[in-house]
């Protein structure tokens, strides 16, 4: 049986997190003392449904070019999308731009503190703007992205995982979790969210190691077994996400502008082809040039 999970008084967990937190936690470039709020920002898109692994060289090379917003936003917005090479979802660095030339044009250069405020520029969401308020400027708000989802679900609905989409009941719940401080909110914040991706994975919870077992209602119950819908997985293989992405390959790798037969030679079959080409060029990750040829945008 676990602990009962006491709302008056958190302390002990806060603690237990807090403190492996500060024992486990990994040396990650943007967790580095000085890093910017426009740093923490590009990590946070960056690390959007893409591994940590993935992320570090293309953030690394990101950060020496356009150390600030006003630095992205002064080149063409093509030249984001090519700098984001293969990390996958690729209007994640057109919305990056456009968000650099909001924050150029309107807060010069600096991102708000408040989450209304950074909710309001292009590309950033609910999950976004609070990680940015917690993790750049110590604000307390309750950060839920799918690990730290994961790891309440466990802890306090004794459920392996939690529902599809995200609920007003998960976000009420993870509020009254919070530290009362908010430089202590932001640590335990950061702290759940290391335990999700190391600790409580989805697939192979390491629960002998898990700081909160003590409290936790799914380890409790002897860990039941997952009896909701079908979770499926994300395919990749054959699907218009992989011709899209040899697509933007072909026009990444060109200085010029690219006839369309280059592009037919990318990918065999033409309706899905074609199809993808389209959904490029409605998500304006390419355009087409006044000679008829495909191009990154300008």
């Known amino acids: 049986m676990a602990i009962r999970l006491d709302l008056d008084h958190l302390d002990p ?12 936690r990994r040396d990650l470039p943007w967790r580095s003392p000085g890093t910017s709020p426009w740093q923490v920002l590009v990590s946070e898109v960056m690390l959007q449904q893409t591994p940590v692994a993935r992320v570090l060289e293309p953030y690394a090379r990101w950060i020496e070019r356009w150390p600030t917003p006003a630095a992205l936003a002064a080149e063409p917005a093509g030249e984001a999308v090519r700098a984001w090479g293969r990390l996958g979802y690729p209007r994640r660095a057109l919305r990056l731009h456009a968000c650099a030339v909001a924050l150029t044009e309107v807060y010069d ?4 503190e408040d989450v209304d405020e950074l909710r309001a520029l292009p590309g950033i969401g609910e999950y976004t703007a609070a990680a940015v308020a917690v993790f750049a400027y110590g604000r307390r708000h309750a950060v839920l992205d799918t690990n730290v989802r994961r790891v309440l679900s466990r802890l306090v609905d004794g459920e392996p995982y939690p529902p599809s989409t995200l609920t007003v009941a998960e976000r009420r719940r993870a509020r009254a979790l919070l530290p009362d401080a908010p430089a202590r909110s932001a640590r335990w914040s950061i702290g759940l969210m290391e335990i999700g991706a190391l600790v409580c994975r989805a697939q192979t919870p390491r629960c002998d190691a898990c700081p909160v077992r003590t409290w936790c209602r799914w380890e409790g119950a002897g860990r039941p077994a997952y009896d909701g819908p079908p979770r499926r997985g994300q395919s990749y293989a054959g699907t218009d996400r992989q011709c899209r992405g040899r ?4 026009l990444r790798s060109s200085a010029a502008a690219v006839p369309g037969a280059v592009l037919r030679g990318a990918w065999d079959d033409d309706t899905q082809r074609e199809r993808a080409l389209d959904s490029l060029l409605d998500d304006g990750l390419v355009v087409i040039t006044a000679d008829g040829k495909y191009a990154l945008p300008a």
């Open 247 to 250: 697509l933007l390959a072909v």
């Open 109 to 112: 250069g600096v991102l708000p």
């Open 13 to 24: 967990l806060h603690d237990a997190v807090l403190t492996w937190y500060d024992a486990e």
